[in-house]
């Protein structure tokens, strides 16, 4: 029974877990950063590379004792190694370097991205080929997922990530930061209907998404309001910014459906990852679409949609499965691309 350790330091969590080849996560440690961050209203690089350096032992000694396992124990050590904040990803895979080569391990070089989208295959057993809609505070694309590494991105954001887009919502909503489940929480007592947000590419063919133009409508709309936005108002904002963004992931979503399954006619899962999958209006109105379609939409439970160390520690079980492991001289990439070829 292969057990791996993983590592992930990218953005502003540090985490460490402790996966089992059989799919049981026997310790998943989180440490979120966002009290070092929050003054700022948003990830400084260098707080977050700092903050990793202070906790990174102490979450990795959590796990273990969490799992109730020493070192020898393990199969491996994985880490993220990119993309995302540079300082960081270089804390986490140093000490998963430094792990696997004390304790005579294989060191596991993962994508973050690909953590994001093998999530489903920890957490639900979803068989290849899926199609992956990837959102997160960085990232929003469409992905056909054939197996391990066959990546083919069928659509993208032409500007912002759509966690991005909910942080800035919240940011000019007065709502804080994280944005995400601030405009959610808001956006539950809102009226969606009452302002007219455009939903940009709407009805055009592709699975590319452009949000800036939404965000710009949330402000001018934000700018008529009476001054600070609050009570019926914000929450009305809140609710009709997240309609207009189901609305345009709909959309997108079935364009890259019929994409999806005229390449793999067999596939019949759609798997929604990232951050921003945690928020459950979005999950419904994507359900609906693929519903209608007969195929079943995956969403990971919500703790494992945002950043965490046991997708990290499952994307180094499916890599060691496969043979593989990395050299401790393997690089770490601010932008790696999923689909190196788009
Ligand atoms: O995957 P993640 O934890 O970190 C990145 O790799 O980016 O995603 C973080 C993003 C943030 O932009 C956050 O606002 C967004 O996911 N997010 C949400 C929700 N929870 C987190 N967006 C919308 N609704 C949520 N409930
Ligand atoms: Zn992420």
């Known amino acids: ?39 700022y209203g948003g990830v400084v690089p260098e707080i977050a590379a700092r903050a990793h350096l202070d906790h990174i032992e102490r979450v990795v000694r959590d796990a273990m004792s969490t799992a109730g396992l020493g070192f020898a124990d393990l199969a491996g050590v994985a880490a993220t ?26 060191f596991i070089a993962i994508n973050h991205l690909e953590g994001h989208a093998l999530t489903c295959r920890l957490t639900d057993a979803v068989p290849f080929p899926f199609l992956l809609l990837l959102v997160s505070g960085g990232h929003s694309q469409f992905l056909s997922v054939a197996g391990v590494g066959a990546y083919t991105r069928l659509g993208g954001t032409l500007d912002d990530a759509v966690g991005e887009a909910f942080d800035k919502t919240a940011k000019m909503l007065g709502l804080g930061f994280p944005g995400g489940p601030a405009v959610e ?29 939404l ?14 936005v609050s009570g019926q108002d914000l929450s009305d904002l809140a609710a009709s910014f997240q309609a207009a963004v189901g609305d345009v992931l709909a959309d997108r979503l079935k364009n890259a459906l019929t994409v999806f399954r005229a390449a793999h006619p067999s596939g019949r ?36 949609c945002t950043d965490n160390g046991a997708m990290i520690a499952w994307a180094g079980l499916e890599r060691l499965a496969l043979g593989e492991s990395h050299g401790l001289d393997h690089p770490c990439r601010p932008r790696w691309p999923l689909d190196e070829a788009a």
């Not at 590592?7 to 966002?34: F, W």
């Not at 190694?81 to 696997?100: C, D, E, F, Q």
């Not at 965000?215 to 600070?228: C, D, H, I, S």
């Not at 945690?278 to 209608?292: F, G």
């Open 185 to 213: 929480q808001a956006a539950l007592s809102g009226d969606a209907t009452r302002f007219a947000l455009p939903r940009p590419l709407l009805g055009r063919p592709g699975a590319d998404l452009s949000l800036s133009g």
């Open 269 to 304: 899962h759609v798997v929604i990852a990232g951050g921003v999958a945690a928020n459950k209006a979005l999950r419904a109105r994507l359900q609906s679409v693929v519903i209608t379609q007969g195929l079943a939409l995956i969403a990971p439970p919500l703790q494992l």
């Open 215 to 228: 965000k710009t409508a949330v402000r001018l709309a934000a700018e008529k309001l009476p001054a600070p």
């Open 81 to 106: 190694t990119g993309p995302g904040l540079i300082g960081g990803v270089i804390v986490g895979a140093t000490v998963a370097k430094s792990l696997a080569m004390v304790h005579d391990k294989p």
């Open 1 to 39: 029974m292969r057990i791996v350790l993983g590592i992930e330091s990218s953005c502003d969590e540090t985490a460490a877990a402790v996966v089992t080849e059989d799919r049981r996560i026997l310790a998943n440690i989180v440490l979120s950063q966002l009290e070092d961050h929050r003054a």
